[in-house]
C-alpha cells in the first residue's frame, strides 16, 4: 500500500482510533495505532504514513524536525476548541485540526483534506523541477547559437577597412546578440532563486564601490543614446554583507531600464543611500522615462501580475521581466524591490537592502 494511503494515530483513546479508522477504511486506508507518545516518532518513520492524527505538541515539534516527517500532514486531535490552543498547535506544525471525541465525516474531511493539500504541493515541485529543466535547456540551446554571433561579429569589429555604417551596425548586433545572452541567464537566476535552488552567497562588500563599478559597465550603452550617468558618493564608508553578483545583476537591470525609458540627452543617477536607524542600505537609479502609475508600482516588480496586465493592455511601458528578477534577489537578502516617482520627472528605482544578509551558504 502507498504511504498516502496510510495513518498513523498517536497517544489517542483507543475510540478515537477506532472512529477514524471506520472512517478511512472508505478510502481504502491501512490505520496504525500507537498509545505510547515516545514511540510515535520511531513508528512514524518505520511506518511512513501519509497522514498522523495526535494529541501531543511536543511530539508534533519533534515530527516536524525531523527529515522524515517534516512535510507528512499532521491533525491535532483536540479536546477543545479554544482559539490559544489552536494557535499552539498550528505553531507546533499541526495542519489541521480534529476534535475528540472524532467523529466519522469529520475525520474523513480532515484526513482527505491535508493529503490533497500535501499532493498538490508535490505536483507544484514536480512542476517547478519541470519548468528548471526545461529553462536551462533553453539557455542552453540559446546560447549556442549566441556564441557563434558574438564570436563573428568581434572578428568583424576588428576589420579596420569596414565603412562607418558598417561599423556601426556591427556593433549593433554585438549589442543585441549580448542583451539576449544577458537575458537568457537572468531567466535561469530567476527561476533558481523562485524554487530555493540558488541561496544568496554573501560576503563583505562595499556597496558604493560596487554602484560605481556597475555604472562603469553600463556608460558605453548609455552614451549611444547620448545619456549622463551619475553615481554619487554617499556621506557613509560603511560596508555591508550581501551578494555582489546578484545586487550587481539588480542594479545592471535597473540602469537598462533606465536608458531605455529616458529620453535621449538626459541624465542617469545612481545614489547609495544609508539608515543606520532602519539598519538598510539602498541603492536608487532615477531615470526620466514615463512616470510608473500608483497601480503598476507594486505590480510590475510580479511577473504574474506584469503578464496578467499586457493581456489587458494595462501595462504602459513595457518595463518589468527583469524587475521580477530585482525582487527575488532582494527578497532573498531580506529587502524589498521598488519603485518611487521622482519629483523632478521620472521614477525612481530602489533596492533596500539590510546591513547584513544571511551568512553564506553553499548553492543547493
Known amino acids: ?23 478511512m477504511r472508505v478510502d481504502d486506508f ?7 507518545n515516545t514511540q510515535g516518532l520511531a513508528a512514524a518513520v518505520e511506518f511512513a504514513p501519509g497522514c498522523i492524527v495526535l494529541s501531543d505538541l511536543d511530539l508534533c515539534q519533534k515530527l516536524r524536525r525531523c527529515s522524515e516527517t517534516l512535510e507528512t500532514p499532521i491533525l491535532w486531535l483536540a479536546g477543545t476548541e479554544k482559539q490559544e490552543e489552536t494557535e499552539r498547535a498550528l505553531r507546533a506544525g499541526a495542519d489541521e485540526m480534529l476534535r475528540s471525541p472524532a467523529d466519522e465525516m469529520e475525520a474523513r474531511v480532515r484526513v482527505r483534506s491535508v493529503t490533497r493539500a500535501r499532493q498538490l504541493r508535490e505536483r507544484i515541485r514536480d512542476i517547478q523541477g519541470l519548468r528548471q529543466d526545461f529553462m536551462d535547456q533553453l539557455v542552453h540551446d540559446i546560447r549556442s547559437p549566441l556564441q ?12 579596420a577597412d569596414l565603412p562607418t555604417n558598417e561599423q556601426s551596425q556591427i556593433r549593433s548586433i554585438r549589442g543585441a546578440a549580448s542583451r539576449l545572452e544577458s537575458l537568457a541567464d537572468n531567466l535561469i537566476v530567476s527561476t533558481r532563486l523562485e524554487t530555493g535552488d540558488l541561496i544568496p552567497q554573501c560576503q563583505k562588500i562595499d556597496p558604493w564601490r560596487l554602484a560605481e563599478q556597475v555604472v562603469e559597465t553600463m556608460r558605453p550603452v548609455a552614451a ?16 555591508m554583507n550581501a551578494d555582489s553578483g546578484l545586487i550587481t545583476r539588480s542594479l545592471q537591470i535597473y540602469l537598462d531600464n533606465a536608458i531605455r525609458f529616458s529620453p535621449s540627452g538626459s541624465n542617469v543617477f545612481v545614489r547609495v543611500r544609508s539608515d543606520k536607524a532602519a539598519g538598510t542600505v539602498a541603492f536608487e537609479v532615477t531615470d526620466r522615462g514615463p512616470e510608473v502609475s500608483e497601480e503598476e508600482r507594486e505590480q510590475i516588480f510580479d511577473l504574474a501580475q506584469l503578464v496578467a496586465l499586457r493581456r489587458a493592455g494595462h501595462a504602459r ?9 530585482c525582487r527575488l534577489v532582494a527578497e532573498a537578502h531580506g529587502g524589498r524591490a521598488r519603485v518611487a516617482p521622482n519629483p523632478g520627472g ?6 533596500e537592502l539590510p546591513y547584513s544578509s544571511p551568512a553564506p551558504e553553499a548553492v543547493k
Open 224 to 239: 549611444l543614446k547620448r545619456i549622463v550617468l551619475h553615481v554619487e558618493r554617499p556621506a557613509f564608508a560603511d560596508s
Open 317 to 325: 511601458h513595457g518595463r518589468g521581466l527583469g524587475l521580477s528578477l
Open 30 to 36: 491501512e490505520s496504525r495505532h500507537v498509545p505510547d
Open 1 to 23: 500500500m502507498s504511504p498516502e494511503k496510510r495513518i498513523l494515530v498517536v497517544g489517542c483513546e483507543l475510540a478515537d482510533f477506532e472512529t477514524i479508522r471506520r472512517a
Open 148 to 159: 557563434v554571433i558574438l564570436g563573428f561579429s568581434e572578428l568583424l569589429a576588428e576589420s
Open 346 to 351: 521620472g521614477s525612481v528605482f530602489i533596492l
